[in-house]
């Protein structure tokens, strides 16, 4: 089962400048591809997987001296300054379990027919967790590592970050995160440093899958969603444009006056707040009623020329949707009419 500790680094530590070892080497994908493949990600089994990043762990921890409290937890952190590779394993494999647990965790919340927002909203939270995890290792990286390695790390932490922001429909930043880890994979995939062809094979096809299975399948809906919004936001904005400019001189009169009773139902809290009810003489809330029953009495005139137009035929209309106009001065009405009547009770009240 996952810990529910935080991160045992902290991105704001110093690191040292210069290690007093010679720079190591770790390649990044082809050691999570091949956990991933012997354990059990070849069929999707996620809690299988996150099981043995789990005992991976502990048997890293314990080989580093690095093991939490046992009676008492006591969270070890990683030290600054060590001399060991296998200590760069201790945040990748923490973020390959906390990855794990998200995809299971999602996995199951897509399942359900009825909608379980505790299940996405930990899955979401084991995800940042895995995020957080791969900073920790780049940080750690950018001092203790060879370059290669350094652009091994920032490639797994664009592609976390990618996925979180996927996960949570942040089309735009997933699109700019996965983009670059594409980038990063496919400048990794021609520097390979295996020695034997078999190998080198299995590199290859580690970045290939990586490139092809799991960064290309994102980054075409990232396309597909950032340009559908960026579409929606101009035909927004032209709508909003051309609106009134085949309209009447009486359907722009409306739209003025569409514009006045927003303005003043949005203004409507300064007349009277909730908080100056206890503290107000009679004077200030027979103003306030008042105010209201204008601001009402402007709505109910509106909504009456809008009806008009509404029920004219379409080429009439100016290219105007009388329809949300009606709705927006509706919705401005019931919230004054509400504020009235709390008011008149209040003041029958006091």
């Known amino acids: 089962m996952a810990s529910a500790s935080e991160p045992t680094a902290s991105l704001g530590e110093e690191l040292p400048s210069v290690p007093a070892h010679a720079p190591f080497s770790l390649n990044i994908l082809v050691k999570v591809k091949t956990m991933q493949q012997q354990n059990g990600l070849r069929h999707q089994d996620y809690h299988r997987y996150r099981q043995y990043c789990s005992r991976r762990l502990h048997r890293i921890r314990k080989a580093t001296k690095l093991t939490n409290g046992r009676e008492r937890f006591k969270k070890c ?11 760069l394993e201790i945040p990748l494999v923490s973020a390959e379990r906390a990855w794990a647990y998200s995809a299971e965790l999602l996995g199951v919340y897509a399942q359900f027919i009825e909608d379980k927002p505790a299940l996405r909203y930990h899955g979401i939270g084991r995800l940042r967790k895995a995020v957080r995890y791969a900073q920790i290792l780049l940080a750690m990286c950018r001092v203790h590592c060879d370059s290669r390695t350094v652009m091994e790390a920032e490639a797994y932490e664009s592609f976390m970050s990618g996925v979180l922001e996927f996960n949570l429909e942040e089309f735009p930043a997933a699109l700019e995160k996965l983009t670059l880890a594409n ?32 960064i290309a399948p994102k980054l075409r809906q990232c396309r597909y969603y950032a340009d ?20 009447s001189k009486n359907q722009v009169a409306i739209l003025q006056q569409i514009d006045a009773v927003k303005a003043r139902g949005d ?29 009402a009495g402007l709505c109910q005139e509106v909504l009456s020329k809008i009806h008009s137009e509404m029920v004219k035929p379409p080429e009439e209309s100016g290219g105007i949707d009388w329809a949300a106009h009606e709705v927006e001065v509706r919705t401005v009405s019931e919230d004054v ?7 008149l009770i209040y003041g029958l009240l006091a």
């Open 183 to 214: 980038d990063l994979y496919q400048k990794l995939s021609v520097l390979t440093t295996s020695t034997s062809e078999k190998e080198l094979k299995l590199e290859k096809a580690y970045y290939a899958q990586m490139l092809d299975s799991d």
């Open 337 to 343: 009419s509400g504020e009235r009547s709390l008011l």
């Open 228 to 247: 559908e919004s960026h579409l929606a936001e101009r035909k927004k904005e032209s709508s909003a444009a051309k609106e009134g400019a085949k309209a």
């Open 267 to 295: 203004a409507r809290g300064d007349v009277m707040t909730l908080a100056e009810y206890y503290e107000s003489t009679d004077d200030n809330i027979s103003a306030a009623i008042d105010g209201c029953s204008e601001v």
């Open 77 to 87: 952190a990683i030290p600054d300054d060590f001399s060991l590779d296998k200590v």
